[in-house]
């Protein structure tokens, strides 16, 4: 078994990875997911009369532009919290496991 720290209580780099995917897909996947109600929600602040309610705005903005209109920043979304995702849940779980090694009881 690899471990980052020679330690009985450690865990291995496949531990480590797992932490990292999962930490990826629930940090990019749902800010990602928010998008459309982010680009809404920015356009009622804009233009506070142009649409009458968050339905209105949706159906609105997806007939004049398509869905397009409602994925604005969907991309940059994703790869940035997908970043955040992987190092805040799986970088976490190694420097927590590294810096108990070094510490100690």
Do not use: W
């Amino acid at each position: 078994m690899t471990t980052l720290v020679a330690k009985k209580d450690t865990h291995d780099v496949s531990y480590y990875l797992k932490c990292m995917i999962g930490g990826s897909l629930a940090c990019g996947v749902t800010h990602a997911a928010m998008c459309p109600l982010d680009v809404i929600k920015c356009r009622m602040q804009v233009s506070p009369g142009l649409y009458k309610s968050n339905t209105h705005a949706f159906s609105t903005i997806r007939a004049t532009e398509g869905m397009a209109g409602l994925t604005l920043g969907f991309t940059p979304t994703l790869i940035g919290y997908h970043l955040q995702g992987l190092g805040k849940y799986g970088f976490y779980e190694v420097f927590k496991d590294v810096y108990a090694g070094i510490v100690g009881k």
